[in-house]
């Protein structure tokens, strides 16, 4: 599975963004999707998942009620809808892959996108 993600970019607080991540590969259907974040000098946090089929998510108690992860299969492709940014959201985000288990820690998974920069101003 290769995974690119984009959709970031400069936002003031209180903004919204989505990001996508678009997949290739047969596995996706069947994998769990994730994104996580990294700001600098911190370590890579979890953000949300999703199951396979959509129908569970889960997601950080920081960004819970303001971000909406979703996956369309017919694109192979997973959101992750921000709103109400705040200047503590900005990292690079990043999607991921598994190909079993669901998890939210980063040794989880199995692929992971290059990454999207997001800047929130306050």
């Known amino acids: 599975v290769q995974l690119q993600a984009s959709g970031g970019g400069l936002v003031q607080a209180g903004g919204s963004l989505r990001l996508s991540c678009a997949a290739s590969?047969?596995?996706?259907?069947?994998?769990?999707e994730a994104w996580f974040r990294q700001a600098p000098g911190k370590e890579r946090e979890f953000v949300a998942v999703?199951?396979?089929?959509?129908?569970?998510?889960r997601y950080a108690d920081s960004v819970k009620g303001r971000f909406t992860i979703s996956r369309d299969s017919t694109k192979d492709t997973v959101y992750l809808q921000m709103n109400n940014l705040k200047p503590e959201d900005a990292a690079v985000y990043y999607c991921?892959?598994?190909?079993?288990?669901?998890?939210?820690?980063?040794?989880?998974?199995?692929?992971w996108g290059q990454g999207t920069q997001v800047t929130v101003s306050s």
């Open positions: 590969g047969r596995t996706f259907s069947t994998n769990v």
């Open positions: 999703i199951s396979a089929s959509g129908g569970s998510t």
């Open positions: 991921a892959s598994a190909v079993a288990g669901w998890g939210l820690e980063a040794s989880a998974y199995d692929y």
